[in-house]
């Protein structure tokens, strides 16, 4: 994707210049591409975020959970950031298979050079928000339909947007050593998204975790 954003979207791109785009696209173009449902009848998208589905309608994107459940967070009806990945992935985004790779940021092209501004605003909050508080993250993941994992001390994957997956490791803190983390990226994502996209990623996933709890 050629548009990019910074972590405050809303203000430093206008959200109108999204929807401009979006109204002015061919809903059943973007069906195709993607790879994913579109009902013409009903003027709507089905798009899953963290294995929530959402509906999202066209040209005027309303978005709606599908499924229910008590205590889960719908972070695509509610984030500005959540509602522009949606944008984004719809105006731009391309049917990608992953190869069954993990990418660590630092993989990912360009990654290197943001890594510090991604470890701060990502890694740093995951390890410090659960690293102490482990059933908590357990929780929030198994809630989500999250596939648990060996990996670290406790570890999940889960599909962030279809097809496109993320593994969450935690390592655990004690008095002598403080907590860590690991995010690890569907090999996949590059052909779809920016490594601010990625950052933002870690966003949306934490906020839920924690709105979860």
């Avoid at 940021?105 to 995951?126: A, D, N, T």
């Avoid at 994992?149 to 406790?154: A, F, P, Q, T």
């Avoid at 390592?171 to 996209?197: K, V």
Wanted: net charge negative.
């Amino acid at each position: 994707m050629e548009l990019t954003y910074a972590k405050n979207s809303k203000e430093e791109v206008p959200f109108g210049l999204y929807m401009e785009q979006y109204a002015a696209m061919d809903p059943k173009e973007a069906a195709k591409r993607l790879q994913i449902p579109y009902d013409e009848e009903k003027q709507l998208f089905t798009i899953s975020m963290l294995q929530q589905p959402y509906e999202v309608s066209w040209p005027d994107l309303t978005v709606r959970h599908v499924d229910s459940r008590e205590g889960m967070y719908y972070a695509a009806e509610v984030e500005i950031p959540a509602k522009i990945f949606f944008l984004r992935y719809l105006l731009q985004g391309v049917s990608a298979e992953s190869t069954g790779r993990f990418l660590t940021y630092r993989e990912v092209p360009s990654g290197e050079v943001y890594f510090r501004q991604f470890s701060g605003r990502c890694l740093s909050r995951l390890a410090f928000g659960f690293g102490f508080k482990p059933d908590r993250f357990a929780v929030a993941m198994e809630a989500l339909g999250a596939k648990k994992l060996e990996h670290g001390d406790v570890s999940y994957e889960i599909e962030f947007i279809n097809r496109h997956f993320v593994r969450f490791i935690l390592w655990i803190g004690d008095d002598e050593f403080p907590p860590s983390a690991q995010m690890l990226f569907s090999d996949n994502f590059p052909m779809n998204f920016t490594p601010e996209d990625l950052a933002v990623v870690g966003d949306i996933s934490i906020n839920t975790m924690k709105k979860i709890n």
